[in-house]
Structures are given as C-alpha cells and as structure tokens.
Nanobody
Framework: QVQLVESGGGLVQPGGPLRLSCAASGSISSINAMGWDRQAPGKQRELVASITRGGSTNYADSVKGRFTISRDNAKNTVYLQMNSLKPEDTAVYYC???????????????WGQGTQVTVSS
C-alpha cells in the first residue's frame, strides 16, 4: 500500500516562513490529487490546499496569498510553502494523496500521520 511521510513541521515565529514536505512511498502505481488539511485543538479539520496531478490548485480563503502548494511528480512528493504565518495557523497538518498500488485497483485516499506546526513568539 501507499505510505505518506510528512516533514518540516516545528516552531516558528509569527510572520515567518515554514515549508512542509510529504513523500509518498511503498507500492505505488500512480497518484492523482494531493493536498493538505489541518486541525487545531477544539476545531474541526479543514482543507488547507490541494493540487491535481496537472498542477491545478485550490486553497482555503484563510491562507490564500500566504501559502503555496506544489508537487514533484517524479518524487511523489507534495510541498506546502507557508509564509506570513499567524498564530491561528497553529495546528496539526495532515498530508493526503489519492493513489493506487496497481492499475487494476481503485484509487484510495491515503493520509499521513500529521506534523505539528506551532506559530508563537
């Protein structure tokens, strides 16, 4: 099956940048859309950004103009560049990918384990 491993989370000051990475590995035939969700304590999980295989993107209104999602299809990796971070961006960020282990099996939504992003002075 497909495994997603996230990296790049940590503590950052308000206004600072941070880049998250998520690499897919394991038995992979192909990956379509990839994206990032986040969940803060006491709040519902929300979509942050998504990107299709061809590069079309979608962002939550709260992060437009500050976050940029990108991907490297050769590496099966998706990135989230976060700039001008605010305390309200503090959350666990989860990577996701629509993938399949072989061409004869259906696509499935896979999730990473989550990485903590804390924005604080």
């Amino acid at each position: 099956q497909v495994q997603l491993v996230e990296s790049g989370g940590g503590l950052v000051q308000p206004g600072g940048p941070l880049r998250l990475s998520c690499a897919a590995s394991g038995s992979i035939s192909s990956i379509n859309a990839m994206g990032w969700d986040r969940q803060a304590p006491g709040k519902q999980r929300e979509l942050v950004a998504s990107i299709t295989r061809g590069g079309s993107t979608n962002y939550a209104d709260s992060v437009k103009g500050r976050f940029t999602i990108s991907r490297d299809n050769a590496k099966n990796t998706v990135y989230l560049q976060m700039n001008s971070l605010k305390p309200e961006d503090t959350a666990v960020y989860y990577c996701n990918a629509d993938g399949r282990p072989s061409p004869v099996r259906p696509f499935t939504r896979y999730w990473g384990q989550g990485t903590q992003v804390t924005v604080s002075s």
